[in-house]
């Protein structure tokens, strides 16, 4: 069972930045950070593979935001830039012991989740 605790979240202005972690307690294939705002449904936003650093990422972020991972650490980062309001969620880690880019959006396919940290962009 892969254990995974999110941190830094926080409450930001808009234009501004943030970095969450995602501390796993073991290495999986993939790991991805999805979002979820209020009455919607979770969105992908990026995921990186463990093995090599392939990132991808959800067209309403690329250029603004960036996956990484430190290998030792056993940490995934999520630096995020330009914040904006439509920003505004609750942020999740989550991992699988598979890597393919068809699936790689679809949160049903990843079995091992945190507990997600709340990320508020204020106007």
């Known amino acids: 069972q892969v254990q995974l605790v999110e941190s830094g979240g926080g409450m930001v202005q808009v234009g501004g930045s943030l970095r969450l972690s995602c501390a796993a307690s073991e290495v999986t294939y993939t790991m991805g950070w999805f979002r979820q705002a209020p009455g919607k449904e979770r969105e992908f936003v990026a995921a990186i593979r463990w093995s090599g650093g392939s990132t991808y990422y959800a067209d309403s972020v690329k250029g603004r935001f960036t996956i990484s991972r430190d290998n030792a650490k056993k940490t995934v980062y999520l630096q995020m830039n330009s914040l904006a309001p439509e920003d505004t969620a609750k942020y999740y880690c989550?991992?699988?012991?598979?890597?393919?880019?068809?699936?790689?959006?679809?949160?049903?396919?990843?079995?091992?989740w945190g507990q997600g940290t709340q990320v508020t962009v204020s106007s």
């Open positions: 989550a991992a699988k012991q598979t890597w393919g880019v068809v699936k790689l959006a679809d949160p049903k396919d990843y079995p091992y």
